[in-house]
């Protein structure tokens, strides 16, 4: 059985940091496709960030202030975010496509950390 495990999030300040991580446990052969996500209330779920093998992209509204990366070895994700907004307040997700066999990939998911910006 494969799970993302998700960490880092909390209550801060307007112009504060934090940094979410996103652990991948289970029998893994290799991961790609990662991404971060989130959810305000009342809206739908959007795109954060992705990495890509051999590139990032960023949602406009957090470009320049947030950064995506990963640490191989541990199976691990994170979204280092700087400058933080009130507006950047959301359950935040990540995700990954996940090689679990030889040829079979799934589509996965964490369970959401809280991040909530205040005034």
């Known amino acids: 059985q494969v799970q993302l495990v998700e960490s880092g999030g909390g209550l801060v300040q307007a112009g504060g940091s934090l940094r979410l991580s996103c652990a991948a446990s289970g029998n893994i052969f290799s991961i790609n496709g990662q991404g971060w996500y989130r959810q305000a209330p009342g809206k739908q779920r959007e795109l954060v960030a992705l990495l890509a093998s051999s590139s990032t992209n960023y949602a406009d509204s957090v470009k320049g202030r947030f950064t995506i990366s990963r640490d191989n070895a541990k199976k691990t994700l994170y979204l280092q975010m700087n400058s933080l907004k009130p507006e950047d307040t959301a359950v935040y997700y990540c995700?990954?496509?996940?090689?679990?066999?030889?040829?079979?990939?799934?589509?996965?998911w964490g369970q959401g950390t809280q991040v909530t910006v205040s005034s």
């Open positions: 995700n990954a496509r996940l090689l679990i066999s030889s040829g079979r990939f799934v589509d996965s």
